[in-house]
């Protein structure tokens, strides 16, 4: 597991807006007669996250002193709990782009938008 973990003051992800997708892990040959042949490249594979958090004021100064100070504006992995058949766990990710945020209620609560991924998917 990675060295950091995502701070247990702030909440977690949010489910409304909460999408993931994998990198292909299938490679392709055509072949000039019969079916193609296909077959799996890797084991694991990175899973791509599209994540939203709301803060409050004192939770986006958190947030913002450990993505830029702790994780090297994003960087670097830490340890975050990610939601997906298997039920929430514990995983490795990074942000793959800086994080934009939007203020809401007159700067009083933040809407963080973030790209991050998940260096393997828990599937059981």
């Known amino acids: 597991m990675a060295t950091f973990t ?5 909440p977690g992800l949010l489910m409304s807006d909460y999408e993931y997708t994998s990198d292909t892990n299938v490679i392709r040959t055509e072949l000039d007669a019969g079916p193609a042949r296909q077959r799996r490249r890797f084991t694991s594979v990175p899973t791509k996250i599209k994540a939203s958090f709301n803060y409050s004021l004192a939770q986006m100064r958190i947030f913002e002193n450990f993505f830029h100070f702790t994780l090297s504006d994003g960087a670097s992995w830490f340890n975050l709990n990610v939601v997906n058949g298997s039920g ?3 995983s490795e990710a990074r942000f793959t782009k800086p994080y934009t945020a939007k203020a809401v209620a007159n700067g009083q609560s933040w809407n963080v938008s973030a790209e991050i991924e998940i260096k393997a998917m828990t599937i059981l």
Not at 6 to 10: I, K
């Open 88 to 90: 929430q766990n514990l």
């Open 6 to 10: 995502y701070p247990t003051t702030l």
